[in-house]
Structure formats: C-alpha cells, structure tokens
C-alpha cells in the first residue's frame, strides 16, 4: 500500500516537472470522531498565498503552482482544530479529518460570502440540529427528533400526524419553513412533521420565543428552519425500515448536478398499522398510511467560493399525502397537500441583496368523525362528514441593507387564502347539512429589523448589538354561502395590528471560555385562522353556527444566556457548556383549544387572560476530544390555568449521552415529561396524562465498501421502560423497536 501511494507521489511530480509546472489538489474535509462532512474550511497554502474554501459536500480544490512536496497545506475552521499537513500528505490520502472543538477560535475568519442565522433574527434562544447528529441515529421521522428538545413537546394524533410545539404554546403558533417557503397548511397553520424526509435535511434551526414581526402572526410561540441538503455527498440514496405496529417506510433521493444547474428529486412512503388492546370485537384496527415528494431545479447565476450560490433561481414542488383509518370508531381522515414554490436571491439592476419568492398552495381534506353530543335527553352519537378545500398563493419580498453601523432589513408578505367546506351531520335524527362556505382570506404584511451593530475592541466583548423590529399586518376576512355574501359582523373581519419588539445582545471569546447574552421584549399579536374560525365551540352545538373567536395578543419577555469552556489539553476532559434562559408571556382573549382524545380535530374559544412563565438551562461536559459528550436539559412551566395549554407538560427533564468514535455512533435519550391536563370538547371534563419517566437508544453506523459506496445501518428502540399507560384502550408509551437499511452512491 505505502509503495503505491509512493509510486502516485513520484509520477504526479514527475509529470508536473516535464510538462505544466502545476499540480492540482482535491480533497474532502471530514469530522475525525463521525466522519461527517465539513463545510467551511479555509485550506491555505501561506508560502503561495492561495486558498480556497470547502463546500457543502467538504470537498476542495486548489490549482498549485510550482509545488514543492514539503509545502505546507493550512486547514482552519471556527469550530475545529487547526491542522497543518504537507501537499505531499494529501496528494496520498486525499481524506482530511479535523478534531472538533468546544470553544470556537475567535482568530479564525471565514472569508466565503455566507450570512448567519443570527444576522436575520432578533435576539433569541436558538437550537441547531446538524445532520451529522441525526441523519444516522435512526430517528424514525423529524418529529422524532425534536421531542429530544427540553422545549419542545410533539403531539401525535391517531392518525399518526405529528406537530410540533414550543414552550407550552399550540402547534398552529409555530411556523415550519422548508429553505425559506413556509410548509404550513394555510388554513390550520399546522404542518405534519411525519411527512419530512430526514435524509434530504441539513440542519433543523430551532428559533424559540414570539418572531411575529419577522414571519408574521403565526410565529407565535416560535419557527422551525428546516435547510435542505443543497449538495449532498451522494447522487442516489435509498432507504428502508422496519418496526413495531407493522410500520415501516421507504425513501428514496436522486441528486445530479451540471456546472451551476442542479435538481433533485425524493420520495418517501410509509405507514403503521395498530391494534385496540382489549379488542373483542373482530380485528378492528387504527391504520395510517403517509406520502411525500419533492421535485426540485435551481440555476446559479453567480456563486461565491465554495460554490454556493450567490445569485439564484430554484423552483420546487412539493406533495404530501396522508390516509387515516380508525375502524373501531369508524373514522376517517384523507389529506392530500400540495406546493409549488419558486423563489429568486441576487441583484436586481442596482437594487442588491433581494429576495423574491411566490408559492400557490393547494389542499384537499375529507373528515368523517365521529362526535360525542351531550343534552338533556342524554348521550348520543353522531358523525360530522365534513369536507375541505383550501387553495392559497403566497408572495414574499426581502431587501437587505448595509448602512454601517446599520443592518436594515425591509419585507413585504402577501397571501391570499380561499377556503370552501361542506358539513354534513349523521345522527339518529334525520341528516342536517350546511350550505357549502366560502371563506377568503387577504393579508399583507410589512416587516422591518433595524440593527446597531456597536463597535468594541475588547476581545472578552467583541460583539454586542440593539435591535428594532416592527410590522404592520392588515387582513380583510370575507365569508360566503351558497355564492352570497354573508354579511354578519361575526362572520368575517377587518383584522389591523401592529407589533414592535426590541432586543439587545452581547458576546466575547477568551480564547478557553465564549459567552454570548441576549434579552428581548415586546408585542406579538396572533389572529384566528380560518380553521379556528369555522370550528369554534358553538360549530358543534345544535345553534346556528357563529364565530366570535378574537384575536389574542402576547406581551413577552425573554432573557438568556450560553457559556463556553475548553478543558485543558493534557487531559481527557475537553470542555463544558452551560446555558440558561428565562421568559414570560402575559396573553390577552387566548385561544383555548379543546380535543378529545381520538378524534383528529378541535375546537377553539377565547379565554381573556392567561400567562406562562418558564424557565429552561441546558448544561453539557465533553470528554475525549468531544468523542463523549453528556448532556442534562431542564424546563419548567407555570400555567396560569393548565385547561389554557391543552395537554402541555409543565416540565421536562432529559439525560442525553453520544458516543462517536470513528464513523460509530450511540445515543442514549433518557427523559421525564410532567403531567398533561386537557378538556374533553363534549362536556368540558377534564383528562389528566400522569407524568412518566423513559429512555430511547439509537445505534448506528456506516460502512465504505468503496470510494463513493455507502452502506447505512440504524438500530433505535423506543420506550425501553415500557410504560403501560393508554387512553381509549391504545398504548401510548409502549415499547418500539426499529431497523433502517440504506445505500448511497
């Protein structure tokens, strides 16, 4: 083996010394513990004064003239160790590994044309989830993953659909963006995140606390940035698992690139079926069966030195099934989702730094529920057919500005919603059916951030920044029955608000310890959605249907903090990190929601005051070059009335353990959820969820049986505690087990 690398070494300057003077050096960038990509690496040769930078697949490539084999090669990241290595070393194993490091270096600058996140936001608590940390862990789906966020609650319906909420707030007041392109259905504001594929993410991005003023009024409780995998390492990907409850999916991703045009394409189909414990009456069983594609093209027109675009233009389409059967209840749900998105960054003339995105939404929905109806007569049962159609087209407009010391951020949001819905109600009576309604919906909204960025010359505080934010959102409701108008000041609104928020953070970096510290307050104000609208409590009343549903405003107040330490060198204890954030949310005419468990849809009402006040800190220690990394993660809410929060633990404690060692991974999630505490929609009783102690393992590995050949193994168990506890006979915290094959080219 040494002979040849040393045969390859001799003809490669052999021939660079007879013909052009000039070698070229190709490479890949990867973590030394997971063997994952890097992206971002300056690689410098000083002695030649040339350079370039890693792409998003951590490959490199540098033209080198009149080399010499002892030539120093300089690969610096802010987040990994410097390591220095000779031309000689890497035109005999082109693989670089870089080690890992707790505390960013501060000297290190990344010379490429990038924006942060933080340079888009206000001040505020954010998680990042890489895919280094997920992609071969065998989490089942992305909801999966983010229950191992101490903020994050996941609430999973029969149906298998899986939302997402932070801090206590509901799933309809957090926004899930897809590169950009809002993925939320336009008239519930919800999003399924059974539905995504984890193998085509990159990152999930975790904003918590109120961004109203950037994204609008759903951002309520906060936003979830999912970043596609723009240039993954592999051309093709396919998939298939294995589980519990006869579940199981499959996945596929083909990716091609030619010069600055590039597409994608993926696809994933999956489903479960259970059983009722206890069930005495044939096999009825709870079947979910899902669907999801992406189709995507995009042309760079510009592109910075990694090779990442600078000025771009990508279109996308997106389509997403879901098919419920509850047999026992004779229940049923088809949703089936689809988005076509285009969206434009770069210059346009003289006008620079734009962003230009359009999406048209369209969505199909037929429920068949059955509903528990209370009177004087006594109990009975009925059923709501009720079917839906919701189209939507959004436009969003974005323009940065450089006005130093100033950042000027300036958006505009257009969506125009139309919603049409059909109920019909089966009960021992004779059947009653409305009138097909007609529901539109026109919002514009204007946002803009305002940052100082405020000069220091201190190394302890290098950064520190004040930050203004304010929008104006104006939204005209309109509603119709059978082509009509109706004009009745509860069915549809002028709804005219504006929100401003201030912010301030500051941060340094000693060199051994980094800290970084924000606080921001302000308004947010959250209005009906057209689903909240037609399924307020008096809907499922004998009355005439009405709305009254206001909408509710949030005054909040958040303050955090992070520090970093890096142990010392000559022993096995590489570093710590403690982290710790406090907020309050005084709410007024708050959305409350009620559900019954088992059926997939609620009903809303206004309570006039209710508040939360929670408090989250996140400690973590590194050991062996962060190849072991143990962390403790607490949150603890106070509710003013905890019917207010359906079913939202008031604290959450999880013991998280990552073992990485060379491509190797083991992950332990150990977690205690409190109690949860709902009302049943039919008579307002009310249903406590006791709290429960579990633990999740995750094992996983990748094997290289050739330079682009890729064999993926997961093993995951869930629930290893095997609580028995389950509401209407079906087992909600019983032990999984699952197994994910995969092979990428």
């Known amino acids: 083996m040494w002979s040849i690398r040393i045969l390859c070494i001799i003809i490669s300057f052999t021939l660079l010394t007879l013909e052009a003077q000039h070698v070229v050096l190709e490479g890949k960038v990867r ?91 206000l001040a505020s608590s954010i998680n990042v989830y890489e895919n280094e940390k997920f992609d071969l862990r065998g989490y089942i789906d992305a909801g999966d993953l983010l229950r191992t966020d101490n903020s994050i609650q996941i609430d999973e319906q029969l149906s298998g659909k899986k939302t997402v909420s932070i801090r206590g707030g509901n799933p309809d007041e957090v926004i899930v963006l897809y590169n950009g392109f809002k993925l939320n259905r336009a008239f519930d504001n919800v999003f399924d995140l059974s539905l995504l594929n984890l193998s085509d993410v990159e990152r999930f ?79 009825r069983l709870l079947e979910n069966k899902t669907e999801y594609q992406t189709a995507n093209i995009g ?126 109600r089966i009960s021992i009576d004779p059947l009653t059916s409305t009138a097909p309604i007609r529901m539109q919906r026109y919002n514009h909204g204007f946002s803009s951030l305002l940052r100082l960025n405020v000069a220091t010359r201190s190394r302890a505080l290098n950064r520190a920044t004040i930050d203004v934010s304010l929008r104006y959102d104006s939204i005209t409701d309109k509603f119709f029955e059978a082509g009509e108008r109706i004009e009745n000041a509860e069915l549809g609104a002028e709804w005219r608000a504006s929100m401003l928020k201030f912010s301030t953070s500051m941060g340094g970096n000693t060199g051994n310890v980094a800290y970084n510290t924000f606080l921001s307050f302000g308004r947010n104000i959250k209005f009906p959605s ?96 962060k190849k072991m990394t143990i962390e403790l993660n607490a949150s603890r809410y106070f509710f003013s009335d905890a019917a207010t929060f359906p079913f939202k633990h008031n604290s959450k404690l999880t013991l998280n353990m990552h073992l990485d060692q ?45 330079p682009q050949l890729k064999l993926i193994l997961n093993l995951s168990a869930r629930n290893l505690l095997d609580d028995d506890f389950q509401i209407e006979n079906l087992a909600l915290r019983d032990r999984r087990y699952y197994i994910t094959l995969g092979v990428q080219y």
């Not at 005054?555 to 954030?581: A, C, H, P, Q, Y």
């Open 299 to 424: 042309y760079n027109f510009s592109e910075n030195a990694v090779g990442d675009p600078k000025s771009t233009l990508g279109i996308a389409y997106l389509r997403a099934n879901l098919d419920y059967l509850n047999e026992r209840d004779a229940e049923q749900l088809n949703t089936s989702s689809r988005m076509l998105t285009a969206r434009y960054t770069g210059n346009i003339g003289k006008l620079d730094n734009l962003e230009l995105s359009g999406a048209y939404q369209w969505l199909d929905e037929d429920q068949f529920l059955r509903l528990q109806e209370v009177s004087f007569l006594g109990d009975s049962t009925s059923f709501l057919d009720r079917s839906l159609k919701n189209r939507a087209i959004h436009f969003n407009a974005l323009r940065k500005m450089s006005l130093s010391p100033f950042r000027l951020h300036l958006g505009y949001q257009l969506r125009n919603e139309d919603l049409s819905f059909r109920d019909e």
């Open 662 to 706: 060379a491509g190797y991974s083991l992950q332990f999630h150990m977690f205690r959820e409190g109690e949860q505490i709902g009302l049943l929609r039919s008579n307002e009783e009310e249903i406590r969820i006791p709290p429960y102690n579990n633990m999740d393992l995750h094992f996983s590995k990748a094997f290289e049986p050739g």
């Open 31 to 121: 973590n030394a513990n997971t063997r994952r990509s890097i992206s971002g690496v300056n690689v410098q040769i000083e002695q030649l004064q040339i350079g370039t930078i890693s792409n998003s697949a951590g490959r490199f490539t540098i033209k080198v003239l009149d080399p010499e084999p002892e030539m120093i090669v300089l690969f610096q990241h802010v987040g990994y160790d410097t390591l220095e290595t000779t031309i000689e070393s890497i035109l005999a194993d082109p693989i670089v590994y870089l080690q890992e490091r707790v505390v960013p270096v501060a000297e290190v600058e990344v010379t490429e044309d990038r924006s942060s996140l933080e340079d888009d936001l």
């Open 530 to 625: 057209l689903l909240q609208q037609i399924s307020s409590v008096n809907t499922f009343l004998v009355e005439e249907n009405t709305n009254s549903l206001l909408s509710e405003t949030n005054d909040g107040l958040e303050l955090g903090f992070d520090v970093l330490g890096s142990g010392r060198e000559d022993n096995n204890f590489s570093g710590w990190k403690i982290s710790g954030t406090f907020f309050r949310n005084i709410y007024r005419d708050k959305i409350r929601s009620y559900i019954s468990p088992g059926t997939p849809v609620y009903t809303y009402e206004n309570v006039p005051r209710a508040n939360i006040t929670g408090f989250e800190t996140s400690e973590a220690l590194y050991f062996f070059k």
């Open 205 to 283: 991005e975790i904003i918590k606390g109120s961004q109203t003023t950037l994204y609008g009024p759903e951002a309520f409780s906060g936003v979830v940035n999912v970043q596609p995998r723009s240039q993954p390492d592999y051309n093709i990907r396919l998939q298939q698992q294995f589980g519990s409850y006869d579940s199981g999916n499959w996945g596929l991703q083909l990716h091609e690139r030619v010069g600055k045009l590039y597409g994608s394409v993926s696809l994933k189909r999956g489903g479960a079926r259970r059983s009722y414990i206890g069930e005495v009456v044939g096999n």
